[in-house]
């Protein structure tokens, strides 16, 4: 079974960047599609970005694109979210997904079957 965890949230002020990493335990990071999806409190939980397992295809929401970049290190089994000019409305828990390998990745959150347990991020205006 995966194990995901997930590193590098925190407290920013609006404007600044912040740059999350997921590690994924197991030897079989490439048979996986990665995502990053966030919960704020009280709203349903939102896809963020996700990339498939070859890194060659990558997917934004709306509301992060052309500020959010993912990407994956295979050599580290770990994915990252650089995150660039962060508003107060990103402010949130940050979940790593990793679902099964297809060439796209799937934007909601039934493409994905294990789940890390968040790391809270929090944009100050």
């Known amino acids: 079974q995966a194990q995901l965890v997930e590193s590098g949230g925190g407290l920013v002020q609006a404007g600044g960047s912040l740059r999350l990493s997921c590690i994924r335990s197991?030897?079989?990071?490439?048979?996986?599609?990665m995502a990053w999806f966030r919960q704020a409190p009280g709203k349903e939980r939102e896809f963020v970005a996700a990339i498939n397992w070859s890194g060659g295809s990558t997917d934004y929401g709306d509301s992060v694109k052309g500020r959010f970049t993912i990407d994956r290190d295979g050599a580290k089994s770990t994915v990252y979210l650089q995150m660039n000019s962060l508003k107060p409305e990103d402010t949130a828990v940050y979940y790593c997904a990793a679902g099964l390998r297809r060439d796209v990745p799937d934007r909601t959150r039934y493409g994905y079957v294990y789940w890390g347990q968040g790391t809270q991020v929090t944009v100050s205006s």
């Open positions: 197991g030897r079989t990071f490439s048979m996986y599609n």
